[in-house]
């Protein structure tokens, strides 16, 4: 705890009165600051606090294990890493899949095919779900990173994480949220039952895509935070708190494809609040987290 | 127009003698009315009833509703200002007044009163001005409030009138003015009963003036006579009789009544409540003076005017009226014994009674009683109002009145009072009285009527001697009842509207009579008339009825009785008024209950016997004063003044009764044609006048009786209300028998309380006493107990100081204890200090001893080494000499070597805390190196980790390229399949070995990461595919189907069609992992390869060992996880390189090599 020591002592009691994230910045600093960076730190902070957005993309590439936690191999590694995706760029020019016009995320998409072996013979081939979700994502992440080598780490490894790591938690998630539903709204839950509607929500976008393309990049940043440093329990209280802020809405809908249809195009005015809410009501179901990663 | 037409229709049919028609045209009109707002209709009435006199028209005029009233008054306002119409439209009026409309309060805005109290100022026309005044007094109780204003009009119009009475300045027929004399007398009584105070003022300012002082004295004093003192006069004042307030609280009846109360004259008054005893008085002395011989003859001749007055029907002829009015009067003033007009009582009147022989004499005490207490309230002057005893009544007895007739008197006086005197206070004779009533109801309890009959027949014998006489003269009486009756009977005409007055009093003369004649039959003995009794009894039976209906009046207005004629009441309804009588006559009864129903009954005979005591009197007196009348009559007229004596409505009444008992009789003898001529005889007007004069008169008396129903009517009100005031009282009386019962219930439980009480208190005093007597006994025991401890004190006191003493004692013996152990002690350590002391002393005697023995031996020991050393003393000094010095160096070395010892320890001292400070720094430093070690390697780790992943990414580069090339491959072996069909097999299988070598090489490579080594491997392999067969179809097929597939699966692949190739090619297993000899340029490709992974290995090999070593054990990690795939392949090749031809040593070495790094 010695950067405890360095840190504001009145930090305690920002916490207190309900100042939150008052000093995050300064103890993400504080963090960084350190040599050999503590993973674990960083992923209880990211559960516990929003990230800056200054911090968001490095903290991310080391949570993702794309850049090593010391700072002295940062540049080999990411120079490494931009050769390889120069590489394979190189090589996928090379066979013709992709051309000056195609566009980032395809390239994208590509080379993770590629570096993951799964390029199909040509481009004629039909997309895989999977590669509809790789494309979700990366173009949110296009959004929010400006660098295309950084991007297209971040969007790799944040599936590469999502299909290995979260995989059978992400399969958990539907039957956790009617769970969560029936304590939250029962009624609501009654309501969509009624329409045969719970089968047919839009779990792919929620899940898979987690919410890429459904919520605006502000407020995605922050739920990919949370699924990033290790919790992907989150998406279930954002889809949750979707459901309470647009509970009149979507009991006046009475048919599941109606409801679906309403899911999928949420209004964009007051996601920052969902969010939020989201965050609070995940805290209060799932406790403050600790080092649950 | 045509509604006027239709109501002239309706007018002329209003009168129509059909019965049917006449209530479809009431009807009519009454519809017509609500409907109808305007005053068409009421003016169009008014009208047809001033020209037709239509009854009908009357009706309806009199029932008009709210919204008419105004066109009503409007209209006869207008009518009120013509002369001519004014009479007709005056008595129209007090139709409608009479009838009490519910705008009545209106009257007092409208201006018709004003025109009314003009017309009555000014009008001089005498039958206008009685009518109009009559109205006025009808309607004065119904607008008091608004009487304020008109006050001084009102009375003006008194003044005018009362004036004119006396003046007579229209010289009007005399007997109009007996009509005006008798309504301003009511006029006279509603002013002062309204506005006492105001009015005593007026009369006050307007009589003192001189040339009114003869009105006053001849018209206003008389009047006078005839009332109370007003109370208001003693605790009211102007203003306060004028307050509205005052008036809000009473009714039309109230103020009639109240009007009424004031009066003194019977005819006029009204005797209620607090009255009660006061109208009383002058019953009792009625009686006294029937029994006084000279009373009595006025006393008959005004019963013979009672008689009158029932039959109002004009039987007398008029033209006698004139004359007979002074005579009339003219008894009064015999009462007056200070004065000097003592004037021979007779009377017209009796005369008349002696014309009509028919008139009753059962009229007769009624009346008597009636008329009696005029003369007598005037012969006492205000004796009577003022005085409240009546038992100084007898006291004050006029003059006239014997010795004789004084016990007699105050007999039947003492007799009558006690109904007052329970009032005010007991006195001895009425308690006796009293006595003998209880005896009597005791007698015959049966029935009540008996029982005053009872009463009736115990008095005259109460009364003793007396009586006797009454009673002859009473039987006289009973025939002239029994004749009136007789008469009566046959005239059902009378009968009605008489009945409802009189039948009360009848019952009292009849009950009279009746028992009269069973108790004293034996004792009259001058009774010749038995046969009348019977019709008498006979007649009763009819009226009887209305008697029944109409006997609660009688409490009210007892002195009214003299109206009635007849006598009727039957035994039957005896009971039941007798009955009524005794529920409506309480409120004198301030005395207990218990009397009351003595009381209630024994009433009725109070009058009754006042009657009784009266009857006899004037019946003797009547026959005797009948003839001495006659003779009077004819000395001529009587002064006028007499009127003031007599109230002017008794002056009416008779000249009523006379007129109809002329009438009556002028009708039997004279026909009609003939009657003028006949009224000349009596000196009256001409006969042209003469109808005039009766029509007029019968105009007036058609008001007074029309002014009297008024007031019957206003005291049938009156009645009903303080019914139901004593039904309230019996009640309340009732409740407080049951609360006084209640109460002494009460007081019994508080006796029994009480005495429980005294018996606690009896028991509490035992028990207290027991509790002293213990408490004593305490005491005294406590007293003993505390002696006793005293003195225990006081011993164990004493033995206290003893033992303390003792105490001291013992303290002192002990210190001299102590004392004495001291000294021994200090003894015994003397002793044993002296003890030691000697032994010492001894001791060092022994030594001495001892020494001094050694002394000696020493002595002689010294002398004899004196001797020796005397010998041998020069060599030994040398020697130790010698060894002393030897001792010394060895003893400097040892020092020397011991200090070098010491300082080689602590050299090697500090050298060991050097070393182990370095050991410590050394471990910390390898702690140190350890962490850094491990930082290092988790550094290198994660740049491992990217290299890693850009190796595989090269890899996946790799196999990308190779896909492509192996479909590039593909495309061009297609094309040129069909040209090199024959070569096939061999290539193919050259093919699939050549892939086998890329798969195994390519792992190698890829180890080694060398990417460009294996673009240009692939680069040299692609002529011999091209080349050569490559239709290794199944390979490429299989590569082609499973494109996906990871590298360890198509190892097998491999694997698997070089084995499947190897039979086919029978190529040896050896040559399976490398390009087998034979072909040149599998030959080639291998040394070619082999000299590059060679030359690669030397080149870096250094860096690459550290890297190789962690990767190895991935790389096999890897695939042994997945599949057991590719050790096989390192298994297989490894045993066979040492099989394999000596020309293989390259490939040996390679693998060697290959050995090493793995």
């Known amino acids: 705890m010695a950067d405890d020591s360095q840190r504001n002592f009145r930090s305690v009691y920002y916490e207190k009165v309900g ?35 200054m911090y968001r993309i490095l903290v991310w590439k080391v949570l993702l294990g794309i850049i090593p936690p010391h700072h002295k191999s940062h540049a080999l590694v990411m120079n490494y890493r931009k050769e390889q995706y120069w590489d394979v760029h190189h090589a996928l020019r090379v066979i013709r899949f992709i051309n000056d016009s195609t566009p980032q995320v395809d390239v994208f998409l590509r080379i993770h095919q590629l570096e993951s072996g799964k390029l199909p013979r040509n481009l004629a081939f039909p997309l895989e779900p999977e590669d509809e979700v790789f494309l979700a994502i990366a173009k949110a992440m296009e959004e929010m990173v400006e660098d295309p080598i950084e991007c297209y780490w971040l969007v790799s490894s944040f599936v590469n994480q999502l299909n290995s790591k979260h995989k059978d938690a992400l399969q ?122 | 127009m045509a509604q006027q037409g239709n109501v002239g229709e309706l007018l002329s049919m209003l009168d129509s003698p059909s019965l049917g028609v006449l209530e479809d045209i009431t009807a009519a009109f009454k519809d017509n009315l609500i409907c109808d707002r305007g005053p068409m209709l009421v003016n169009n009435l008014v009208d047809y009833y001033l020209e037709t006199n239509s009854q009908q028209a009357l009706h309806i005029l009199s029932t008009l509703q709210e919204p008419h009233d105004k066109h009503l008054l409007d209209k006869i306002n207008e009518y ?25 309060h209106k009257l007092s805005q409208a201006p018709l ?127 306060h009789e004028l307050d509205p307030r005052r008036w809000k609280r009473l009714e039309t009846h109230d103020v009639v009544i109240e009007c009424a109360k004031i009066s003194l004259d019977p005819a006029e008054a009204s005797y209620e409540d607090g009255y009660y005893s006061a109208s009383r008085k002058p019953c009792t002395n009625l009686k006294h003076h029937q029994t006084d011989p000279s009373a009595s003859h006025y006393i008959d001749t005004q019963s013979s005017y009672g008689t009158s007055t029932p039959y109002s029907t004009p039987r007398l002829t008029l033209s006698q009226m004139p004359g007979q009015l002074p005579q009339i009067l003219s008894p009064q003033s015999i009462q007056l014994s200070t004065e000097p007009q003592q004037v021979t009582i007779w009377s017209p009147s009796a005369v008349c009674g002696m014309t009509t022989p028919p008139t009753s004499p059962g009229i007769v005490p009624s009346e008597s009683s009636q008329s009696s207490s005029q003369p007598y309230s005037k012969a006492f002057g205000t004796s009577a109002g003022g005085k409240g005893t009546p038992l100084g009544t007898p006291a004050t007895s006029p003059p006239p009145s014997t010795s004789d007739d004084f016990v007699h008197v105050s007999l039947p006086s003492a007799a009558a009072t006690p109904p007052k005197k329970e009032d005010k206070s007991d006195s001895g004779r009425p308690l006796l009285y009293r006595q003998q009533n209880v005896t009597n109801s005791d007698k015959s309890l049966d029935t009540p009527g ?88 006979s007649s009763l039976d009819k009226p009887g009825p209305e008697s029944a209906r109409e006997t609660p009046k009688q409490t009210f207005t007892p002195i ?17 008024t007798s009955g009524e009588t005794s529920i409506l006559t309480p409120s004198p009864c301030k005395v207990p209950a218990q009397r009351r129903v003595v009381f209630g009954s024994g009433q009725p005979p109070l009058y009754e016997h006042l009657f009784e005591v009266a009857l006899p009197k004037t019946a003797y007196l009547f026959v005797g004063k009948k003839t001495e009348e006659l003779l009077k009559k004819v000395k001529g007229t009587q002064d006028e003044d007499c009127t003031a004596s007599t109230s002017p409505v008794e002056v009416l009444d008779r000249l009523i009764q006379q007129g109809a008992d002329a009438h009556t009789k002028e009708l039997n003898k004279l026909s009609l044609p003939s009657k003028s001529a006949d009224w000349t005889h009596f000196g009256g007007s001409p006969p042209s006048d003469e109808i005039h004069t009766l029509r007029n008169q019968l105009l007036l008396l058609h008001n007074q009786l029309l002014y009297e129903r008024f007031k019957r009517q206003q005291h049938a009100l009156r009645n009903r209300r303080l019914l139901r005031k004593v039904i309230k009282a019996t009640a309340l009386e009732e ?46 025991q406590i007293r003993q107990l505390q002696h006793d401890r005293e003195e225990f004190y006081n011993q164990s006191q004493e033995l206290q100081t003893k033992l303390e003493d003792c105490r001291n004692m013992i303290t002192d013996l002990r210190l001299e204890l102590k004392k004495a152990n001291n000294k021994v002690c200090h003894t015994e350590l003397l002793l044993s200090q002296v003890s030691q002391k000697l032994s010492n002393s001894e001791s060092v005697q022994q030594q001495m001893e001892f020494l001094n023995r050694q002394l000696l031996v020493l002595g002689e020991v010294n002398e004899l080494y004196l001797e020796q050393l005397q010998h041998k003393h020069t060599d030994t000094t040398k020697e130790v000499e010698m060894l002393h010095a030897a001792y010394r160096k060895d003893l400097e070395k040892a020092k020397l070597c011991v200090q070098q010892q010491s300082q080689r320890l602590d050299a090697s001292q500090k050298r060991i805390a050097e070393l182990e400070s370095q050991l410590s720094k050394k471990d910390h430093l390898f702690v140190e190196q350890k962490k850094y070690l491990e930082d290092v390697k988790i550094k290198a780790r994660g740049q491992l980790q990217a290299v890693e992943s850009r190796y595989k990414a090269q890899k996946r580069i790799t196999q990308a390229f190779e896909l492509e090339i192996l479909d590039l491959f593909g495309r061009l072996e297609k094309s040129s399949l069909l040209k090199k069909l024959e070569d096939e097999k061999t290539e193919a299988a050259e093919a699939a070995e050549e892939r086998l070598d890329c798969g195994n090489e390519g792992c190698a490579d890829a180890v080694a990461g060398y990417s460009e080594e294996t673009i240009g491997r692939n680069g040299e392999t692609k002529p ?105 392949p390192n298994n297989s090749l490894s045993p066979k390189i040492p099989e394999s031809s000596v020309g293989q040593l390259h490939i040996m070495d390679y693998n060697e090599t290959h050995h090493d790094h793995s």
């Open chain 1, 19 to 53: 100042f939150r994230g008052v000093e995050e910045k300064k103890s993400l600093e504080i963090l960084l600051k350190d040599d050999r960076l503590d993973i674990e730190k960083l992923c209880t902070f990211s559960q516990r606090f929003p990230l800056p957005s």
């Open chain 1, 172 to 293: 958990q998630l539907p039957k956790i949220l009617e769970q969560y539903l029936n304590i939250e709204d029962n009624r609501l839950l009654m309501h969509l039952k009624a329409c045969a509607a719970m089968s047919k929500l839009p779990y792919d976008l929620w899940f898979k895509k987690c919410f890429a393309g459904c919520l605006p990049e502000s407020s995605l940043q922050r739920v990919w935070d949370k699924i990033i440093s290790g919790s992907c329990k989150i998406l279930v209280f954002v889809a949750l708190e979707i459901f309470l802020t647009f509970k009149m809405k979507i009991i006046a809908l009475t048919t599941a494809e109606k409801i679906t249809q309403f899911l999928e195009n949420i209004p964009q005015d007051n996601t920052d609040a969902i969010v939020s809410k989201a965050v609070d009501l995940w805290r209060t179901h799932c406790g403050t987290p600790a080092h649950s990663v």
């Open chain 2, 80 to 104: 009120m200002g013509k002369a001519a119409t004014r009479l007709p439209i005056l008595s129209l009026l007090g139709h409608v007044i009479r009838r009490q409309p519910s705008w009545k």
């Open chain 2, 113 to 239: 009163l004003l025109s009314l109290l003009k017309c009555l100022k000014t009008d001089t026309d005498v039958v206008v001005l009685t009518t109009g005044v009559l109205v006025l007094i009808t309607m004065l109780p119904m607008i008091p409030q608004s009487g304020k204003q008109y006050l001084h009009d009102f009375f003006g119009i008194f003044g005018r009138l009362s004036a004119w009475c006396l003046q007579n300045p229209g010289h009007v027929a005399e007997i109009y003015l007996v009509h005006l004399h008798a309504s301003v007398y009511a006029l006279f009584h509603r002013l002062y009963g309204m506005y006492p105070c105001n009015f005593v003022s007026f009369l006050r300012s307007h009589y003192s003036m001189k040339e009114n002082l003869e009105t006053f004295e001849e018209v206003v004093k008389p009047m006078m006579e005839h009332v109370r003192i007003h109370p208001e006069l003693v605790t009211g004042s102007k203003d």
């Open chain 2, 450 to 537: 008996s029982k005053s009959s009872v009463t009736l027949s115990d008095l005259p014998e109460f009364l003793g001697g007396l009586s006797f006489e009454d009673s002859a003269e009473k039987d006289r009486e009973e025939d002239a009842i029994s004749k009136e009756i007789s008469e009566i009977t046959t005239d059902a005409e009378h009968m009605v509207p008489r009945g409802g007055f009189d039948s009360p009093f009848y019952r009292t003369n009849e009950s009279l009579s009746g028992s009269q004649k069973k108790t004293q039959s034996a004792v009259s003995g001058a009774q010749g008339h038995g046969p009348t009794s019977e019709p008498l009894t």
């Open chain 2, 560 to 576: 009214d009785k003299p109206c009635g004629g007849s006598g009727e009441s039957p035994a039957g309804n005896r009971e039941g």
């Open chain 2, 735 to 780: 409740h407080n028998a049951a609360m006084k019962d209640q109460l002494k219930l009460q007081e019994k439980e508080i006796q029994a309380l009480k005495l429980s009480l005294q018996k606690e208190q009896a028991r509490y005093h035992q028990f207290q006493e027991e509790h002293e007597n213990i408490v004593a006994q305490l005491h005294s």
């Open chain 2, 1024 to 1128: 011999p595919s091209t080349r050569g067969s490559s239709s290794s179809k199944g390979g490429s097929n299989s590569e082609l189907s499973t494109p996906e597939k990871n590298q360890n699966q198509r190892f097998i692949n491999r694997w698997e069609t070089s084995m499947l190739l190897e039979p086919s090619t029978t190529v040896p297993l050896t040559v399976g992992s490398l390009p087998s000899s034979k072909s040149f340029l599998g030959m080639k490709s291998r040394e070619l390869f082999r000299n590059k992974s060679e030359s690669q290995c030397d080149e870096q090999g250094g860096t690459i060992n550290s890297l190789s070593d962690t990767l190895k054990t991935e790389l096999c990690k890897d695939p042994n996880m997945e599949t057991k795939a590719p050790p096989s």
